[in-house]
């Protein structure tokens, strides 16, 4: 082999080995990305119509996605009933053909498990035996699977015996007892065992004297229906008890928050988008209600998006719009929050009211806001977080501490199983019990957080780059359509949360309002401030940071300045407090609250100040403006009067006079009253008022006329030299 040839062949073995190990990494990240998969998929009682079908292509979709995974995918069926809807009646067909493909051999890559957290009755009960394992809430039941039947049939028998065979879940005889009520059914403890017999059987046992003791679980002429205390007794035939998902998280050992649900439909889903953006209001609230509610009514989506980036504002109305998502009826709709910029303070209960919480790329989860919760809202934040935890499987002190930063919670792990939860120390005590916890780190959620925190909290499974991204997740093809009422007052409410564009509102306002004080009567000028000043507290109002008290301040400010102008020049009070009044409305209006009281509520105040400076700067430059620039300009040379020049003021003096003493120039006379500096003289036979050139002038004194304008005489005292002529005081003739 040449030595080119050589080399070669040493290149590319070397980048053999360099790659081998970058595909394993990529193949075994791959894999760690697909491990741990847990869906939950409720089954909304009755099954009736395609039922059967949606639900089968949601597993099928799930072993999909899990194709590769290193841990078996488990999927949790959640058996709860629709409202006004009878959930015991079943259709025997859908919960058959159901049971057969969930106990059939296909799924054995799915670890399949039946939650019952409330009684359960009907042939759904054969939908429950075809799972792997079944967990139940202690009070609820299960039984009377025929309770809908007039007459059991063979073919009902056979499909009951069949898939209890399959999964041994329950004795085959309990279970026919609960079909058909003819049967009865006893637990029977013989020398070799427990048995489930019907009486044909108890009868023969006892005979032959085997049976030490026997219990009746159903008489002849009754169903078999039993709790989940009864069935996970010593025989274990329900293996845990749990009454919510938190609870059955821990019983099957997986992480808290885990539990997920998904909607159970395949291929393209239909949905609807929500925004929730800037402070929270209860106008806004009412008006997402209004916009999910008429879909709901008309076209009922099967995946709603709400679209968070808020402050969060009032936690009344976040109360209002977490228990509006929660007790949305519809059991086919699956509700995302999608964080795309924050989701401050109370905002935190919309985004944990749904059943998913997605996160964009350096977003926030929590952290100060528009409000700080006092004590009598923290009690009332518990209620509706512990509504929270239980429907959404999230733990409570965990989302208060998110909302509240008074609040702390810590890392605490299981110390058999491992397992990771982050409580209170309050909650710690409700649900710890007797069990052993390990107690770890404070977990710092004062600035809220972030998308490594709230993966590592447990309350977020995907972080994404864009909105589209998260909708794929829950396959939906393209962008989703976004609900909103008006165009207009969508795209004011933008503009609202823009601050530049209330800035420049305010400049525009003030200016054109010093504009109008320069020069009064122009009306153009006071009509723009006025529109500016009105789509200002509009803006605000839609955007929930400005109401009546902005308002008032506003107006009351404005007209203690014009009484100082035109009523009371010269207070000052009316003016300073109008003023005053004013800035301050402005500033109130940029946020929720009065006095900041947290980090972000001191930013949000620094922000509304800059307004106000710009404000400023608005009013200063229309100052300046009118004062120098605007009355050179031709547009306003011919809306206003220019100032007369000096020989034009004189000739206006000249024409305005009443009386004209020019003639007078030159002429002596005699003082007739002492000037001082004002008096009056004699001329010849008349009688002039003048003034005198500033000195102080006795009566009967020697006077000449030095100057005349108009009607003002301007005169000198002169001295009668001894020849009899006269000179100035000064000495020079005038």
Known sequence: ??????????????????????????????????????????????????????????????????????????????????????????EFERALSLARFLSSGDLQGIRTVAFVPETVRGHAVLVVLSCEQVVMAPTAELGEAGITEATIDDIQRAAYRDITSRRRILPVPLVLSMLDSELGVFKAVTTEGVEYVDAARLEELTSSGVVTRADTIAAPGTMAILDGTRLSGDDGDVSHLAADRQQLATALRLPAGSISEQASMVGQVTGMRVDLRGPISGSKVNSIRRIIDDRMRNDPPELLMVVINSPGGNIDSSVGLANHLLSIGDPDLLTVAVIEGEARADAVLVAAACDEIVMLDDSLLGGPGEIVVSEDEREALSIVLNEIADQKGRDWSMLLALVDQEVTIRHYQHAATAEQRFWSDQQRAEEAGDVQWNRGEVIDTTEGAGTDLAQKLQLVRHVVGSVEEAGAIFQVDGPLETARSSWIVETIERLAGEPWFAQMLLFIAFFAFMGEASAPGLGVPGFVAAVCFMLFFWIKFLHGTAGWLEAALFVGGLVFVVMEIFFLPGVGIFGIGGGLMILLSVILASQTFVVPRNSYQLQQTIVACFSVAVAGAGMITGIVVMRSVLPRTQFFQRLALHSPDEKERQQREWNESVVHYEHLLGQTGVTYTRLSPSGKVRLGEDLVDVVSDGELIEADTAIRVIDVEGNRVVVQAVDVTADGEQDDAAGEPA
Do not use: H, W, Y
């Open 1 to 90: 082999m040449s030595l080119p040839n050589r080399v070669l062949m040493n290149l590319l073995f070397c980048g053999m080995l360099f790659a081998l190990p970058l595909q394993i990494l990529a193949q075994q990240e791959n894999a760690a990305d697909k491990s741990g998969i847990v869906q939950l998929i409720p089954i909304r009682l009755p099954l009736s119509n395609d039922d059967d079908k949606k639900i089968q292509r949601a597993v099928i979709r799930l072993s999909q996605q899990a194709e590769g995974a290193t841990e078996r995918p488990v999927a949790i069926f959640e058996f709860t009933g629709q409202p006004g809807r009878a959930a015991e009646s079943s």
